[in-house]
């Protein structure tokens, strides 16, 4: 698909910026070659794209005004374009390249990471098979599958994904080992010293090794290498408050991910769906390592076979 490769191109040229010199990538995005070449192509593209279904929203908007339609929820193109423009004196909500630098900006921050961090979670559970039936267990005394031939009986989304506590943690433990962002840049607007001592001056380069930080044993215990998702739960049987600023998977402070519940609620809805209807099976001979890019994704892809699971 034209479009899902010019995006992977963007996210290989954003890293590619985080790590290179500025002077290098811009002289490089100055001549047209290299990584900048593609990021040029690949965004031409993106804009290509987004401008036909920002245009065909708009028709769709058009043609459906006057026709009552309370009670429907809209996604987010869809209010952005319908946005009430004299509120905002600094933005244009409806101008086409606002809409496209948000449809990009939330691309950006769901469509692989969210991926990564699923694609991950199912590796660690064919690893850890108890975990795997602890999570199954929990999913079907929460919301037991239906039998043959009917449908489940309606019930709240979110209520019923709330109470999902083990799963909810075996998915934040993914990620602290797996983080889809793996590194975070920072630079201070005024020199500071760090807690270790160390000086940074103003609008240096600052990495933050999230990927590191979620496997230290000064910060995470002696057992910081394993897949516990038991960490995450107090003895109560509720989920522990960690800090976000040892947990960075979502960013922490101002900088925190926006859509963070939104991501959770959607990892839960996909790893319901699939362990409850579908049993997975790893192929054999594969070799599992993270790759070196702005989203942390497994370097040689993920082989399963998927059976239908039988309805009791």
Sequence with gaps: VESAKAFD???????????KPRLLWKLQKLIGVGIEKKMTEAGAVFDRVCAKYVSARKEDIKRSQGINS??????????????DTTKYQLLDPINDKF???????LLLAGRDTTASALTWFFWLLSENPIVAAKILQEIDTVLPRSSSGQERPSYDPMEYLNKLVYLHAALCETMRLYPPFPFERVSPLESDVLPSGHKVETNSKILIFIYGVGRMRAV?????????????????????HVPAFKFLAFNAGPRVCLGKQIAMMLMKIVAVEILQNYDIKVAKGQKFEPNTSLIIRMKHGFKVTINKRCSS
């Design 70 to 83: 309370s009670g429907e929820s809209e996604d987010l193109l869809t209010s952005h374009i319908k946005l």
């Design 99 to 105: 809409l496209r630098d948000n449809v990009l900006a």
């Design 9 to 19: 191109d963007i996210v290989e040229g954003v890293f590619y910026r985080h790590v």
């Design 220 to 240: 995470w215990g002696d057992n910081a290498l394993e897949f516990k998702p038991e960490r995450w739960i107090s003895e109560t049987g509720e989920l522990r």
